[in-house]
């Protein structure tokens, strides 16, 4: 009864619509209210006037004192309060108030994968004399997740690493079974938790019997896991139950790790609030943390960026020299479902890798077919479809007949019948008492991450046939054999089916994702008390798990950019960004062994931004897209802030112009990005880009070569761009895009590409033509969707 009353609850999870409060009478929710940089103050008097602020709007002190949540006082100034809609507006419409929004609930984006990139040990081993690649001992990447198991080998002190960074300001709290004694280290340098967002809007944790700790230990195993992308040390013989057996390793192995728990266990997953997010971005960068990894978002649609706590972190953290990277989302494969989309964010998409894990079917008829599990064990079993298990055939439990249909039984389930997931078929299959399922789905979705009971996907073809086999013969048999791991025989890297996909719905000018990562089947650390698949029935245990998801593609590309910096200790963010991108590579360049796949149609840059990073090429970019303080405050002009509400949000610095251009703002597609998207193209555009010259070469001669997206002519003037130490390092060009023929809704795709013979830097440039009218109705692509002040309250509230 008790798998009855929590198969219950599993399923009605997944269906679950989280009721908002209406916002009547007296009613409070958590706001935040944004008010930009904090002006140098020290964070005591930047809290006090926080406290002014909110008075203003509750008759006694006390009760303003005890509304707030949080007071962001360092890394920026705002606040998190509990307001009613009154109060709200009224904060709102006040002068030096840039948004008032109401905070939201996020979530998360849930060993070989380095090596298939090309950085695998040996190499950085030899590289790091050349280099001096210190394999990021001086940089500290913070990670906003679940927080993170302490006792994990990829988080344990090594006499390699020199003593904590001297700028290092940071701090390890106390709390439910964390020791900062014996929990931190020379590794493990910081870790903070935050709940008062998530509980107040949530309602009291549960933390009975370790359901959750209030301390930064991690309960749901995604920030373990995502930690240890970025930056776990290097541990031998790592393996899932002995699969996918090899060294584990994060992508900057010797960096150091800040940790900053801000989602919490609920409903099986991880759930974060925009308050406690926030809370975590300001005393990051106070602590001095150099890399920000963050896998997590909500999915569209998409609040202003100055209503998005992500992104107002991300904006303040790019001003401080901090690097933000975001997993894109798991929306796909539609178009324009990518999250975090600010231009001043690394937004990575997820991709396959060449490793997989065949596993031979053999069925009675001694047919057999090759699926993909990762069974431990050898399996010998009765052969069912899922007609005679499930009423209408649908893998779901609803649908069961009774409770011992599959007694002894493997099922053969089709995600066709009834639009089942594999979990929710292994799960259906468990309460029947079956013994596993064959799990058939198209091939674009077939590869996933473990069930808790045992699974073997197969392609709609090969489940076709198993169901012959099964409808021909009276007493169906299968033996499934242990799954295998095997390297470097799959084409790879493909996008993965769920990664989101661009254009950005608000931003459309700023290309996104930035780039993709690998995303499918990551094993990294995990908590031994949580479960591999976190659902309660599992009883497994384990040290290393799989993951799939843009949450662990995101840490990935986190690494590289600790790398980055740590080579680079000077560059800005915008520069770090650029040299990921333009040095990423397309899918087009392995196109012929992506075809051998069949199904799949090339990547395009709404799939994957710029491409697939190349951490080794990322070092050494040859030129950079870099932008500054001017840059940004060119970019809010594009999006209507004034340039009063400007200056109170761009740092102050000697000579920085904080107005915005008279006769019109400028547009959002001249902020100096590392790619060019023109959304609505009804004339002849200019496009004007600055590189900068950082190869050892300062005489270097770069070359342009264009390629038109179709539909199109691309021109760039000069078609040379000569550096010289006596003309400076910066270069600026013009790419003019005329569209060549009539057109309207098609998005089109070229490229950019400046070489010197040793670099390649490339740039997309994406065009969609819209010069044929739309049955009259003008096109409403223009760029300028961004939000606009104090008025973010009315559009984020409601
Ligand atoms: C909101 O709170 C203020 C201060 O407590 C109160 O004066 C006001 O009436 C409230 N508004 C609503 C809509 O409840
Ligand atoms: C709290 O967690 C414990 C342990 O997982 C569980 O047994 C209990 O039912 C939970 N309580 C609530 C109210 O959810
Ligand atoms: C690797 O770990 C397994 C247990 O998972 C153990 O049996 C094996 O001996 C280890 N191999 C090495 C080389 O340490
Ligand atoms: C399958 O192969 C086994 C061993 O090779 C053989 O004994 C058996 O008769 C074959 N069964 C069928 C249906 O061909
Ligand atoms: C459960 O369903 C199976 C398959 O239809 C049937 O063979 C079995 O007798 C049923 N058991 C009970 C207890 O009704």
Same mark, same amino acid.
């Given at each position: 009864m008790e798998v009855f009353l929590l198969l219950l609850v599993v399923f009605s999870l997944s269906f679950a619509v989280y009721p908002i409060q209406s916002t009547t009478g007296s009613h409070t929710d958590v706001h935040i209210v944004y008010l930009g940089h904090n002006n140098g103050l020290s964070p005591s008097l930047t809290s006090r006037s926080h406290l002014q602020l909110l008075s203003r709007v509750f008759t006694k002190p006390d009760e303003a004192r005890q509304a707030i949540l949080y007071s962001y006082s360092c890394g920026f100034s705002g606040f998190a309060a509990l307001l009613n809609s009154t109060q709200a507006c009224t904060l709102s419409e006040t002068e030096g108030v840039i948004s008032v929004f109401r905070s939201r609930t996020l979530e998360l984006h849930t060993t070989r994968s380095w090596d298939f990139m090309g950085l695998n040990l040996h190499m950085q081993m030899e590289q790091s004399s050349q280099m001096h690649l210190k394999f990021g001992d001086d940089v500290i990447v913070g990670v906003l997740d679940t927080g993170v198991w302490p006792e994990s080998e990829s988080f344990r002190d090594d006499p390699h690493y020199g003593p904590i960074p001297s700028s290092w300001r940071g701090t390890c709290v106390k709390g439910d079974s964390f020791d900062p004694a014996t929990a931190c280290n020379r590794k493990l340098i910081g870790a903070r938790y935050y709940l008062a967002g998530i509980e107040s809007e949530l309602g009291p944790l549960n933390t009975s019997d370790g359901a959750e700790y209030r301390s930064p230990r991690d309960r749901v195993g995604h920030g373990t896991h995502t930690a240890s992308t970025a930056v776990g040390s290097v541990v031998p013989n790592a393996s899932y139950f002995g699969l996918g057996r090899g060294a584990a390793r994060g992508g900057a192995p010797m960096a150091r790790l800040a940790v900053y728990k801000v989602c919490w266990y609920k409903d099986l997953t991880g759930r974060c609030s925009d308050?406690?997010?926030?809370?975590?971005?300001?005393?990051?960068?106070?602590?001095?943390?150099?890399?920000?990894?963050?896998?997590?978002?909500?999915?569209?649609?998409?609040?202003?960026?100055?209503?998005?706590?992500?992104?107002?972190?991300?904006?303040?953290?790019?001003?401080?020299?901090?690097?933000?990277?975001?997993?894109?989302?798991?929306?796909?494969?539609?178009?324009?479902?990518?999250?975090?989309?600010?231009?001043?964010?690394?937004?990575?998409?997820?991709?396959?890798?060449?490793?997989?894990?065949?596993?031979?079917?053999?069925?009675?008829?001694?047919?057999?077919?090759?699926?993909?599990?990762?069974?431990?064990?050898?399996?010998?079993?009765?052969?069912?479809?899922?007609?005679?298990?499930?009423?209408?055939?649908?893998?779901?439990?609803?649908?069961?007949?009774?409770?011992?249909?599959?007694?002894?039984?493997?099922?053969?389930?089709?995600?066709?019948?009834?639009?089942?997931?594999?979990?929710?078929?292994?799960?259906?299959?468990?309460?029947?008492?079956?013994?596993?399922?064959?799990?058939?789905?198209?091939?674009?979705?077939?590869?996933?991450?473990?069930?808790?009971?045992?699974?073997?996907?197969?392609?709609?073809?090969?489940?076709?046939?198993?169901?012959?086999?099964?409808?021909?013969?009276?007493?169906?048999?299968?033996?499934? =054999?242990?799954?295998?791991?095997?390297?470097?025989?799959?084409?790879?890297?493909?996008?993965?089916?769920? =990664?989101?996909?661009?254009?950005?719905?608000?931003?459309?000018?700023?290309?996104?994702?930035?780039?993709?990562?690998?995303?499918?089947?990551?094993?990294?650390?995990?908590?031994?008390?949580s479960s591999p698949t976190v659902l309660p029935l599992d009883k497994r245990s384990t040290n290393w798990n799989f993951d799939s998801g843009t949450s662990m593609s995101c840490p990935h590309v986190s690494g590289i950019a600790a790398l980055i910096k740590s080579v680079h200790p000077t560059w800005s963010p915008a520069a770090v960004k650029s040299a990921l991108m333009t040095t990423a590579y397309m899918y087009d360049d392995t196109s012929d062994v992506m075809l051998a796949g069949g199904t799949l149609k090339a990547a395009d840059a709404f799939d994957v931004g710029a491409g697939h990073v190349d951490p080794l090429r990322a070092l050494d970019p040859g030129l950079v897209y870099d932008a500054g303080a001017r840059d940004h405050v060119l970019f809010l002009c594009s999006l209507g802030y004034t340039a009063v509400q400007i200056r109170q949000m761009v740092l102050p610095g000697s000579s920085l112009d904080t107005s915005c251009p008279g006769g019109g703002a400028p547009h959002a597609a001249d902020l100096n990005y590392p790619a060019i998207v023109l959304p609505d193209l009804s004339a002849p555009v200019t496009v004007k880009r600055t590189v900068t010259n950082v190869g050892a070469n300062r005489g270097a001669v770069y070359r342009s070569a264009v390629v038109s997206p179709q539909g199109t002519r691309a021109e760039v003037w000069p078609p040379e761009l000569a550096f010289s130490p006596y003309h400076g390092d910066k270069a600026s060009y013009y790419v003019s895009v005329t569209p060549a023929k009539p057109s309207r809704g098609r998005f089109d795709f070229g490229e950019i590409v400046w070489s010197d013979g040793f670099h390649r830097v490339r740039t997309p440039l994406v065009v969609r033509v819209t010069n044929l009218p739309d049955d009259g109705v003008r096109a409403a692509a223009t760029g300028d969707h961004g939000s606009h002040g104090a008025t973010d309250y009315l559009q984020a509230a409601a």
């Open positions: 308050a406690d997010i926030l809370a975590a971005f300001d005393d990051a960068l106070c602590d001095g943390v150099h890399v920000v990894s963050a896998s997590l978002g909500s999915s569209p649609p998409l609040m202003p960026l100055f209503a998005t706590s992500t992104e107002i972190g991300a904006f303040h953290a790019m001003q401080r020299g901090v690097v933000t990277v975001f997993s894109a989302g798991n929306d796909g494969p539609d178009a324009s479902m990518v999250q975090n989309v600010s231009p001043w964010g690394l937004t990575v998409a997820a991709s396959t890798i060449d490793r997989r894990f065949p596993t031979v079917i053999t069925l009675g008829n001694n047919a057999s077919i090759v699926g993909e599990s990762f069974l431990v064990k050898d399996m010998k079993k009765r052969l069912v479809e899922s007609s005679s298990v499930f009423t209408d055939g649908t893998c779901a439990f609803e649908q069961l007949i009774n409770r011992t249909a599959a007694s002894g039984k493997i099922v053969l389930c089709f995600a066709t019948m009834g639009m089942v997931s594999s979990e929710g078929a292994a799960l259906a299959v468990y309460a029947g008492n079956g013994d596993g399922v064959i799990f058939a789905d198209t091939i674009s979705r077939k590869a996933s991450q473990d069930n808790f009971w045992p699974t073997v996907h197969v392609d709609l073809h090969q489940g076709t046939q198993i169901l012959y086999y099964i409808r021909a013969s009276r007493k169906a048999t299968v033996h499934i =054999s242990p799954s295998k791991t095997v390297v470097g025989k799959t084409p790879a890297p493909t996008v993965a089916h769920f =990664s989101s996909r661009g254009p950005s719905s608000i931003t459309p000018n700023i290309l996104k994702p930035d780039v993709t990562a690998p995303g499918v089947n990551i094993l990294a650390a995990w908590p031994p008390k």
